[in-house]
């Protein structure tokens, strides 16, 4: 006490360390959790995340929606593909979280911890709670490298590398610039995947820089895919299996990465025609596309998820099949379609319009046919440029057979579609490119 009464910096000190700790503990308690509430609930704020936030942000009002997203960087996940070839850098593909997502919405950074759908309302890890009039569910894809038995460890190693995640994807152009001679191996999991096209993007890209750098004799590339087809859609597998058989390609189909060997620089693979059958290659380099799922938040949540445990949306409005003010965009959602940004765009005008209709308690007449694009890069200067719709028929914008290589169409990947990313389509701006295709094919299909 003499010491207080004298101003000790000592005691002074104490008192306030506990102090502080007693405020820390104070303010980590259920007390100060917030309850937010807003018109609009936007969970996820990637490409779909964004360009909804940017449709209604200004409709609605200042702070009447509130977009969920933990993440401070924003990724343009297409560009990974060209970075992983050597193209871009990891820089050229990411903006501030803040710079990307509308001024009018309020941005949460948080973990959603649980969805209560019958009670409008979600749970954040900080604590705080969020009721909402009407969600919109992007939450986007959640990627399971632990899933194949010494991934994780195999990826800090030479030659093992993946496109599929910002801390891997520089690390693969690394690993190519290394290679000397052997097997380059290149997979595709047993489960639904974001652009189901870049797991042998990478492949084609590779096989023309050995050429160019004087090592293709050197390498035998083989891709392995858990797929009975190396693409789903007719015109364009055709037009890779020429190109594969053209560029001495070997690809085995049906046969799932399950286990990676670091020490033994070894992939062991299950063939899934003839369960306990297994491949072991040994491997100089190893680029691996990893097991993919909802995010388990969305999984654990019965009432929002069908049995693979994504969300369950009208195949045609996009509207939740159970809640009918929750719809769903993207990756998270069981759209049996491809899981691309350019689906993402389509689906964009369907919500829109739909959403606008529930708002009003009027019927929904958007519908959405399914159409997608995966932009099929073949090499440091082409590309297959692949559209469809839900039903595995081509649905090309260009007047011209885009089931051929093309400069122009790697050109565009390469250098428009970035920019009209980031100035339109999360912006709200682009809904895809149908508007184009009646133009240039005179109004027909």
């Known amino acids: 006490m003499t010491m207080w009464c004298k101003g000790s910096k000592l005691a002074s000190?104490?008192?306030?360390?506990?102090f502080l700790r007693e405020l820390k503990r104070f303010s980590t308690g259920s007390v100060l959790n917030k309850k937010h509430s807003c018109k609009l609930l936007i969970v996820g704020g990637g490409s779909g995340g964004c360009s909804v936030g940017a449709k209604y942000a200004s409709k609605l009002g200042k702070g009447n929606v509130i977009i969920i997203e933990p993440s401070e960087k924003h990724y343009y996940q297409p560009m990974f593909t060209l970075i992983g070839g050597g193209m871009k850098t990891l820089e050229n593909s990411c903006r501030p979280t803040k710079s990307v997502l509308p001024k009018n919405a309020v941005w949460l950074k948080d973990y959603v911890v649980k969805f209560d759908p019958a009670k409008n309302q979600v749970m954040l890890k900080g604590g705080d709670t969020v009721e909402y009039e009407f969600m919109v569910t992007a939450i986007g894809l959640q990627l399971n490298f632990n899933a194949v038995e010494g991934l994780v460890d195999a990826l800090k190693t030479p030659g093992v590398c993946s496109n599929y995640a910002p801390e891997y994807v520089t690390k693969t152009f690394e690993d190519l610039k290394k290679f000397k001679e052997g097997n380059a191996i290149f997979?595709?999991?047993?489960?639904?995947?974001k652009c189901a096209g870049a797991p042998q993007k990478i492949m084609y890209i590779a096989e023309h820089y050995f050429r160019k750098t004087g090592r293709r004799d050197k390498a035998n590339i083989i891709y392995n895919t858990s797929l009975p087809v190396i693409f789903g859609v007719k015109k364009y597998a055709c037009a890779l299996n020429q190109l594969c058989d053209e560029r001495g390609i070997k690809v085995n189909l049906r046969h799932n990465l399950i286990k990676v060997d670091p020490a033994k620089k070894e992939a062991v693979f299950e063939n899934l025609d003839s369960p306990g059958s297994y491949m072991t290659l040994d491997y100089s380099l190893l680029h691996v596309s990893p097991p993919m799922?909802?995010?388990?938040?969305l999984q654990d949540c019965k009432e929002l998820v069908d049995s693979t445990g994504f969300l369950d949306v009208s195949k045609d409005t996009l509207l939740h099949k159970k809640f009918d003010n929750i719809f769903?965009?993207?990756d998270c959602t069981n759209l049996p379609t491809s899981k691309t940004g350019a689906a993402v765009a389509s689906q964009l005008r369907t919500l829109r319009l739909n959403l606008d209709s529930r708002m009003k308690n009027e019927e929904l007449t958007a519908k959405y046919l399914g159409y997608t694009s995966c932009p099929l890069v073949t090499g440091y200067n082409s590309c297959i440029l692949a559209e469809f719709d839900y039903n595995g028929a081509p649905m090309e914008t260009f007047p011209v057979d885009q089931g051929k290589e093309r400069l122009s169409?790697?050109?565009?990947?390469?250098?428009i579609m970035p920019e009209l990313y980031w100035n339109l389509?999360?912006?709200?701006?682009?809904?895809?490119?149908?508007?184009?295709?009646?133009?240039?094919?005179?109004?027909f299909r």
């Open 293 to 297: 799922s909802a995010p388990k938040v």
């Open 328 to 330: 769903g965009i993207g």
């Open 187 to 193: 997979t595709f999991p047993n489960t639904p995947v």
């Open 425 to 443: 389509m999360l912006r709200g701006y682009w809904e895809g490119p149908a508007i184009f295709r009646k133009i240039m094919h005179l109004g």
């Open 409 to 415: 169409m790697f050109m565009m990947k390469k250098y």
């Open 13 to 18: 000190t104490t008192v306030q360390e506990n």
